[in-house]
């Protein structure tokens, strides 16, 4: 983690006396300034951006560890209209995953922010003891719902055959407070108010970490995105709201990206992922 | 890793957390030779816990017939394979336990079934091993072709590899009882624990994105009473309580009694390294080698002591105070033909004859003018 | 969907409603996350658990009684949470079982319950329930057009398109006025002469037209299925059955005295579950014991009975008997799930049950180990036979004089005397007409040289025939006209005949080796009187089953193992003996033209309605006839079925055996069918009115039954569940009916016999059974009712618990219900004689062998001189299905060893045989999704492979070299065929239209467990209807599911019962066979329903077996389990050591090679 501290100067230094045109490899992400920023990756306002292309490590340093490299690297465009930040990623991919199930795994994808600027930044991999980070992540199978697909087990399995379910008898009154309190009684996790027990209306979630195995949800949903499929596999927007705890003006800043290849089985701590990366945001507060 | 004592296979072993005992564990015994696998106690759990969308597949408690029946498919076969070969000495067991045998980047050597090896729940049933019968063929004790039922619920393991590899610690060990939990509110569905489970007992649900596993009824055992597919066991197998360590063991103390008094119930793989706590009394008809492999050393010596049940009432009594209530039987004793099972303080629960009473009514009931006869 | 583009003004209004400071807030009470340290011993926030502790309460419990035809009778808790029934258990309360001395049950018989109870609510909230009255739209055209007829009396064909045609929603009035309106024109339409002419006109036989007498009523057949699970609910049919009466009075304007009633159907007896040859050997019904007596015995031998899978909650007794010393034997034709549980299993062949019990017998003879004393007390072994007339020795004609008067518990009715009510009678009552027609019997003073009279009364200690009775060898017998006859004793005759059954004969014919045959031979014999035989349904369903009994009987007596609670024999197939409550005719035969209104009173009792035997009406409605002899016994003689209305059974047409013959050949002739149900049976498909009726959790009345394998009388509580559809109890479903025939008919009396339905006071038609039953006078039904609600039952007042049938023969030397009083091993009447069965022979199986069918083996001997096909002036040679039931063919062994079933050489090469099993039972077959889920290898919730009919299905099991042989994998789809003479109905050659649903394709497991040759199909699954081989092309899903009824099949088309079917044999249709009656101690002779009549072998059938598609998912390669190398004949490398234990070999101190299997 020391390694990252005495890195920044140099990186902020590169980024400062260098201004890259859109269409070369940049060396940090810049979120050009627009009015609106969009959730749609198809969005032409995308192309004016520069891309800078990232590299993918193993996430080898905590168990599980990932230890056969998949995903070589992601793409990045950013937008910004000084409220918030918007990040589009791009990643081949051949097949999608988006069917949750046992030993099935969702593609997905996340961009994490120190909670705080600070002059350093706490460890990449999910923060740190009192220095947590901000992570905004999306998955393909939320992706699949928002975009429709029912919340039902038919979805899933065409073929499922069930005579009967507790909460959908006869005697109560479908949408009537009991069935609705019946239906969550029968999924403990959703009764809980679990983020990811769905049904989801947002692909994205907003979490914060500070240290491997502390993630949790933030306490409100802010963030907002969207993915589809490209002809060689995802480019997903991520859209999160700037506070003035993740720096004014010119501070430098930092950003870490991560993907997971659900047929790789990656999910939680098995993925590909970024160190630190700077980040520029035109005009910001 | 740190290093923790494991009675099961006589030595101590690596853990991921230092060990620490529960104030009581629960365990249970199950008697392999009373098992009919009628499956009551999978749809008693079924319709309680796992009536869900989700969870159609899931069985927290399942009923498989050994040697070819598996839920998931292969689960054991598949670890054993993995594993390599074991050997035991003089009680202790000489191999690598699954926390040993981790590959680099895990905490425990598992694997991961494919979502369809959860169909075909009971494959194998009734299938026999040692080749196809025969026209004519007679059998004796040890029957040279055979299967056994296995009645498979959590064992709520000492050590338990779901709790180890759980990368975010939402899988826990109740101080109070040692029941295992995964918090569902905490749960991020990586499927980790499905993965080290070597019992296959955590299973993923996908309209909840957790996973959920057996729970031993929790909120019946805070009452006293015994889990749903202990109570609707019509075959009677099945007897839950607490065990103690070899050290502590008592011997009113029913699962004691039968797991370190008269060793007759025995860990299931204990080589595995999890000690496990539900205690199988072996099938008494299959060929040793394969209950060895499964059940570890001691399994002649329970089997020569189940089979002389016959001339010890006080093991045959017990045997036969099984599912006769549906209430946790802290105490246990015999008085000649009855025994009686007690809560910790003697009060009595309930008592059951040896052998059911014989009653003969007069072959006219002079008080109500009526002839009583068995043939109406 | 959210809109693309959110403006930075538009993004900021809605932050600052929160506003930053909302966020840092967030961010910063984040940063307190938990690390746990270590979750062996602490875990921080456990407020969640409270998740388990919500989804655990229910908001009340209630208790119902579940019932299905398997003799468990469990009285479960429903646990209701917001309204729904969201769980089932047992009571836990069966230990509180008391009686009216105070003798109590233990907690031992607790948990009564099992995993199909459990999953009823699967069921109850299914979408297969009857939610309303339906019928079917061509049906209800035909009543609406007033019944339009052809030339022959018959309906439309158009308007008789059942299981294809639309349902119809009706209210019960309505459904009601319409059954009324059917059964009065039926009844009309075939009464007197110009209704025995129309039936003459459709083609019945002469006979069957003549049983009608004239009265229309005759044709309505009416139908309680197993009526014990039901004295008023499912009774109520024959109470209806009985009120018809009224009907035939009013249609033919006769009085009481001529009226007749409609027909009832048989169920027992229906069922294949009598044990035909037990009234042959003991004169009445059946003997049976509590399964709880096999703690009492030494050697239990389970013989052909899975009881592990059958009688499950009882199984425990076994496990617990064994564990405490009872040694186990198990005989089955395969290594079934209770072999895995005995200390001794034998596989044999099936259906050769007879010929090993005459293996036992012949070395229990050969070896002199019988029980002397035994034999001579209680068997006729020791009496007379003339080998003139092979008629027992009359004493009258040696030694002359009156038959001797009886004194022991028995009474002779003189002429005209009526019974007292039959939970009344103690004595035995003889008609005197019978008693002077069997007279006393004669045995032989081998000492004194002189023939002894033996009179009936002469039983057990009564017994005067010593120690030097002739057992062995010929005697020339004076008689009094100073002729001389040659005589044997029938212990002789039975001898000779046994001592073909040598142990090395016996294993070629049964496969059971001889060294078990004789092992086991001579411990029975060793220990005499501790032996129980429990036998179950399997041999029972084989044609030769009254051979079957005798033949067991006959080892059981030759070892003193009758009627000792440690020593019987038990049958164990269904629940039957109704007479449990001898006092229900105070119910079913209330006279419908003299009701008795009063609750308080008892009813005024006379029987109008006539029992049949269903088999006819499987049959095609043909009595048995070959060549030129009729083999149906007149008594036994059926009449066309034309109106059929049954309850609490698909068995008598959705699980009919032979059932796609029955649906294709003979509802056609039947003008109207209806069903009381609650689930959508496949009877229901084939139904023209199915009423809508209350599951048992929703039963508004309470009902009694009680059961042949416990001591318990099981109450069914009315509960407070409210009913989830437009359902109706069955009892007041008979009362609207009855209200719209006294509407219709003007006869108020049809409405009378259900004035205390209407008034809801059920339970004193209860008490009226009660007071008058011998096993439950002197309960309160408000007591009995009080107490099931609270999960208890109580005991019935029989005279031992445990019950055990020929207890108080033994105890207290009463006479059986037999002519002679004793075990009766000769049979001399005149069919008997003329079927070569006058001995406790073995016949071969009829259809279930490889050898030729049905004929009997056996020496040449002098008492067997059957009539055979010539005879009856029929080709020696002529096999085809309907000769072969009368066809009396003597074989030596060695002949029919050497013979060939006339399908052989066409394929026919593998008995198929369908037994019960763990996750079906009769009358609630595998059906719901979870407990399907478990039955066997192809179950799948999620159905992978869109070919399976249901998330499981069903299949048959094969022998893995067999399957090898037929290019057949494990887990690939077969066509299984069987006689094409009748199967799956007659004339499918020219009807692919039916026979598109008829032909069984199914599933085929490699099963080791059976061996070579037979292949078995479990009982019983929903088979394929019209509707569900539609559903399966229309449906996305590919459910066999039908799309306008919601009818699951367990099969993509046929079924279990399409390779059956029906078979009628001589024996059980005589007119001379004494036996008890049905309720209390008087004896008749000839037919009974229940008792002595057919029984069907429905598990005969020879079949051929040829692939259909491979099991692989969607048809490609092999199925998954045998193709990872997990299957047997598939393992792989790993699994072989795995098989053997050398996986994980558990080291060292085990490798002495002296431990291996010790």
């Known amino acids: 983690m020391r390694r990252w501290q005495r890195m920044l100067p140099v990186l902020a230094l590169l980024a400062g006396c260098q201004a890259e045109p859109a269409h070369e490899t940049a060396t940090e992400v810049r979120a050009l300034r627009r009015d609106v920023v969009t959730t749609d990756p198809a969005d032409p306002a995308w192309d004016e951006a520069p891309e800078y292309r990232a590299t993918l490590l193993l996430q080898d340093m905590v168990e599980p560890r990932l230890l056969a490299p998949s995903t070589p690297e992601v793409r990045v465009r950013a937008l910004t209209d000084g409220a918030r930040l918007a990040v589009r990623l791009e990643w081949a991919d051949a097949a999608p995953d988006d069917l949750p199930g046992p030993a099935r795994f969702s593609d997905a994808c996340a961009l994490q922010l120190p909670a705080q600027a600070a002059a350093d930044v706490p460890a990449p991999q999910m923060g740190e003891a009192g220095r947590p980070v901000e992570i905004t992540y999306w998955r393909a199978s939320w992706q699949a719902t928002v975009d429709g697909r029912p919340d039902d087990v038919k979805a899933l399995y065409p073929g499922a055959a069930v005579d009967a379910y507790p909460f959908e008898a006869a005697s109560l009154e479908p949408g009537s407070p009991e069935q609705v309190a019946m239906a969550k009684r029968y999924a403990p996790a959703r009764a809980l108010g679990n983020d990811l027990a769905g049904p989801r209306e947002q692909p994205v979630q907003d979490l914060v970490s500070e240290g491997p195995g502390t993630l949790r949800p933030a306490e409100r949903a802010r963030s907002d995105g969207r993915g589809r499929r490209t002809p060689s596999g995802w480019a997903v927007v991520l859209v999160r709201p700037l506070s003035p705890l993740h720096g004014a003006g010119d501070t430098p800043r930092q950003v870490a990206f991560a993907v997971w290849s659900g047929e790789n089985g990656e999910v939680g701590a098995r993925k590909m992922r970024t160190g630190w990366v700077p980040l520029r945001i035109e005009g910001a507060p | 890793m740190a290093r923790v004592h494991n009675w099961q296979i006589g030595r101590d072993m690596s853990y991921w957390y230092p060990e620490s005992r529960p104030q009581k564990q629960f365990a249970a015994v199950f008697d392999t030779n009373k098992c009919i696998s009628c499956q009551t106690c999978t749809i008693a759990c079924k319709t309680t816990w796992t009536s869900g969308k989700g969870q159609e597949y899931m069985l927290w408690n399942n009923v498989e017939t050994k040697p070819y029946g598996f839920y998931p498919m292969a689960w054991d076969l598949k670890l054993l394979e993995r594993l390599g070969p074991q050997s035991w000495r003089d009680g202790a067991y000489q191999g690598r336990t699954l926390f040993e045998a981790a590959e680099a980047g895990e905490r425990v050597l598992g694997w991961r079934p494919e979502e369809i090896d959860y169909a075909y729940p009971n494959v194998g049933e009734d299938d026999c091993a040692g080749g196809d019968v025969e026209q004519g063929a007679d059998f004796r004790i040890p029957h040279d072709k055979w299967f056994f039922y296995l009645a498979r619920i959590c064992n709520h393991c000492t050590y338990p590899a779901c709790l180890a590899s759980c990368p975010r610690a939402s899988i826990y060990k109740r101080p109070e009882d040692g029941i295992v939990l995964i918090d569902q509110g905490r749960c991020r569905g990586y499927q980790e624990c499905v993965k080290a489970c070597p019992y296959k007992k955590v299973f993923y649900n996908p309209m909840t994105g957790t996973s959920e596993k057996c729970i031993a009824c929790f909120p019946k055992l805070e009452q006293g009473i015994q889990p749903q597919c202990f109570v609707n066991c019509i075959g009677k197998i099945r007897f839950a309580g607490h065990v103690s360590t070899p050290a502590e063991a008592r011997e009113d103390n029913p699962l004691d009694y039968l797991v370190h008094v008269k060793k007759v119930a025995l860990p299931l793989y204990p080589q595995w390294g999890l000690e496990p706590n539900v205690y199988y009394v072996p099938p008494i008809h299959v060929p040793r080698r394969f209950l060895r492999q499964m059940f570890g050393p001691q399994v002649d010596a329970a089997i020569e002591t189940y089979r002389g049940a016959a001339d010890d009432l006080d093991l045959a009594g017990l045997l036969c105070l099984f599912g006769s209530t549906e209430r946790v039987v802290p105490r246990w004793k015999r008085t000649g033909d009855v025994v009686i099972g007690m809560e910790e303080d003697g009060s009595e629960i309930v008592r059951v004859p040896i052998t059911e009473p014989i009653f003969i009514r007069r072959a006219f009931d002079a008080a109500r003018g009526v002839t009583r006869t068995n043939t109406p | ?1158």
């Open chain 3, 1 to 1158: 969907m959210k809109p693309n583009g959110l403006s930075r003004r538009e993004f900021l209004e809605a932050a600052s409603a929160l506003g930053f400071g909302a966020f840092v807030q967030s961010a910063t009470r984040a940063w307190g996350l938990d690390a746990v340290e270590n979750p062996l011993a602490r875990y921080p926030s456990r407020d969640w658990e409270n998740a388990y502790r919500d989804l655990w309460k229910t908001d009340s419990s209630f208790t119902f009684l579940c019932a299905p035809n398997d003799t468990h009778n469990c009285i479960v808790n429903a646990y209701v949470r917001s309204g729904v029934v969201t769980r089932i258990g047992p009571t836990m309360r069966y230990g509180e079982a008391t009686d009216l001395d105070g003798n109590r049950a233990s907690h031992r018989w607790d948990p009564r319950v099992c995993q199909k109870g459990l999953a009823l609510t699967r069921r109850f909230y299914g979408d297969r329930r009857v939610r309303h009255p339906m019928v079917r739209k061509g049906f209800k055209q035909w009543v609406e057009a007033g019944f339009p007829r052809g030339a022959d009396g018959r309906p439309p064909k158009e308007l008789l398109d059942r299981a294809r045609d639309e349902w119809l929603r009706v209210s019960h009035e309505e459904a009601a006025g319409i059954v009324a309106a059917a059964l009065v024109d039926i009844a009309e339409t075939y009464t007197g002469e110009a209704g025995q002419e129309l039936l003459r006109t459709q083609g019945y036989q002469e006979e069957v037209v003549a049983a009608t007498q004239g009265a229309g009523t005759q044709v309505l057949k009416f139908r309680g299925g197993m009526p014990l699970l039901g004295l008023t609910r499912v009774f109520g049919m024959y109470r209806l059955a009985n009120s018809m009466a009224l009907l035939d009075a009013k249609i033919r304007g006769v009085g009481p005295d001529q009226a007749l009633g409609a027909r009832g159907f048989d169920n027992y007896s229906w069922h294949t579950d009598l044990p035909p040859g037990h009234p042959m050997v003991t004169g009445q019904q059946t003997v049976e014991f509590d399964l709880s007596s096999v703690e009492l015995c030494r050697t239990l031998v389970v013989w052909g009975m899975n009881w592990v899978t059958t009688k499950m909650p009882d199984a425990h007794w076994m496990t617990e008997a064994r564990l405490k010393g009872t040694r186990v034997v198990n005989i089955a034709c395969e290594y079934s799930s209770t072999s895995s549980k005995a200390d001794d299993a034998i596989v044999v062949r099936p259906g050769t049950t007879p010929a090993l019990a005459l293996g036992l017998a012949n070395v229990v003879l050969r070896e002199k180990l019988y029980d002397a004393d035994y034999v001579r007390r209680w068997t006729d072994l020791p009496l007379l036979v003339r080998m003139d007339t092979l008629k027992y020795l009359s004493a009258a004609d040696v030694l002359g004089g009156a038959p001797a008067p009886l004194a022991n518990q028995t009474r002779v009715l003189a002429p005209g005397e009526k019974a007292p009510p039959p939970g009344k009678q103690s004595d035995q009552l003889l008609p005197a007409a019978l008693r002077d027609e069997w007279g006393d019997y004669v045995w032989w003073d081998a000492a004194a040289g002189a023939a002894r009279r033996l009179v009936r009364d002469g039983v057990g200690q009564r017994s005067e025939v010593g120690g030097d009775a002739l057992l062995e060898g010929a005697v020339e017998v004076t008689l009094q006209d100073g002729s001389t006859v040659r005589c044997r004793p029938v212990f002789d005759l039975v001898k000779e005949y046994a001592a073909h059954f040598d142990p090395k004969t016996v294993e070629e014919m049964t496969w059971a080796p001889a060294a078990a045959v004789e092992r086991l031979a001579r411990d029975i014999a060793a220990h005499p009187g501790t032996t129980l035989f429990a036998v179950g349904m399997g041999p029972n369903q084989f044609f030769n089953n009254d051979n079957k009994d005798r033949d067991i009987f006959l080892l059981a007596a030759l070892t003193g193992n009758v009627g000792r609670l440690a020593g019987n024999v038990g049958s164990f197939a269904g629940n039957y003996r109704v007479a449990l409550f001898n006092g229900v005719p105070q119910y079913i035969n209330e006279d419908p033209f003299d009701l008795e209104l009063d609750p308080a009173k008892p009813a005024r009792v006379k029987q109008y309605w006539r029992p049949e035997s269903a088999h006819y009406y499987n049959h095609e409605h043909h009595i048995l006839k070959v060549g030129n002899r009729t083999l149906t016994g007149k008594g036994h003689v059926p009449t066309p079925t034309k109106s059929m209305w049954f309850a609490n059974a698909n068995s008598i047409l959705g699980n009919v055996k032979w059932h796609y013959n029955t649906v294709v050949n003979v509802l056609p002739t039947i003008e109207m069918i209806c069903v009381n149900e609650w689930w959508w049976s496949t009877s229901c498909e084939w139904a023209d009115v199915v009423f809508a009726v209350d599951s048992w959790a929703e039963l508004k009345f309470p009902d009694i039954s009680a059961s042949v394998t416990n001591p318990f009388i099981t109450v069914f509580p009315a509960t407070p569940m409210p009913r989830l559809f437009d359902t109706r109890g069955d009892i007041e479903v008979l009362a609207q009916v009855g209200e719209a025939l006294a509407e219709r008919t003007g006869d108020a009396r049809f409405a009378d016999c259900w004035k205390l339905v209407r008034e809801k006071r059920v339970e004193a038609y209860l008490q009226r059974i009660l007071d008058a039953s011998s096993c439950a006078s002197g309960y309160d039904m408000d007591d009995l009712h009080a107490k099931a609600k609270q999960g208890i039952p109580a005991l019935l007042l029989s005279r031992t618990y445990p019950k055990a049938v020929g207890y108080e023969q033994i105890a207290d030397d009463r006479p059986w219900y037999t002519k002679s009083g004793r075990l009766e091993f000769y049979r001399d009447e005149d069919e008997f004689i003329e079927a070569g069965e006058n001995l406790p022979v073995h016949r071969e199986p009829i259809d279930s062998t490889f050898y030729e069918p049905n004929v009997i083996v056996a020496p040449p001997h002098e008492a067997l001189r059957p009539k055979g096909p010539a005879d009856y002036g029929v080709s020696p040679g002529e096999l085809d299905c309907e000769t072969r039931q009368g066809r009396n063919v003597v074989l030596t062994w060695a002949q029919a060893r050497d013979s060939k079933h006339p399908l052989r050489e066409q394929g026919f090469r593998f008995v198929f045989h369908t037994p019960k099993y763990r996750h079906g039972a009769h009358t609630m077959p595998i059906d719901t999704d979870f407990v399907a889920m478990l039955f066997g290898p192809f179950g799948d919730m999620y159905r992978h492979d869109k070919r399976a009919p249901f998330v499981a299905e069903g299949y048959v099991d094969i022998n893995p070299e067999d399957g090898r042989a037929l290019g057949v994998e494990d887990g690939d789809y077969v066509w299984i065929d069987s006689d094409p003479s009748d199967r799956p109905f007659r004339g499918w050659q020219e009807n692919a239209k039916d026979y598109e649903f008829s032909r069984l394709l199914c599933r085929a497991r490699y099963y080791p467990g059976t061996p070579r040759g037979v292949t078995r199909m479990w009982f019983n699954m929903y088979g394929a209807t019209p509707g569900s081989v539609a559903g399966a092309k229309s449906r996305a899903d590919g459910l066999a599911k039908n799309p306008a009824t919601n009818y699951q099949a367990m099969f993509r088309s046929g079924s279990h019962q399409s390779a059956t079917r029906g078979w009628l044999k001589p024996t059980w249709m005589t007119d001379s066979l004494v036996r008890k009656e049905m309720f209390g101690q008087q004896l008749g002779k000839g037919f009974l329903p229940d008792v002595h009549c057919p029984t069907g072998a429905p598990r005969e059938s020879i079949v051929k077996i040829t692939k259909a598609e491979a099991g692989g998912i969607g048809g490609e390669g092999l199925w998954r389990p045998a193709q990872l190398g997990l299957r047997p004949g598939y393992e792989s490398p790993a699994m072989k050591r795995y098989l053997t234990g050398d996986l994980a070999p558990a080291g060292t101190d085990t490798a002495d090679p002296t431990k291996e299997d010790a």
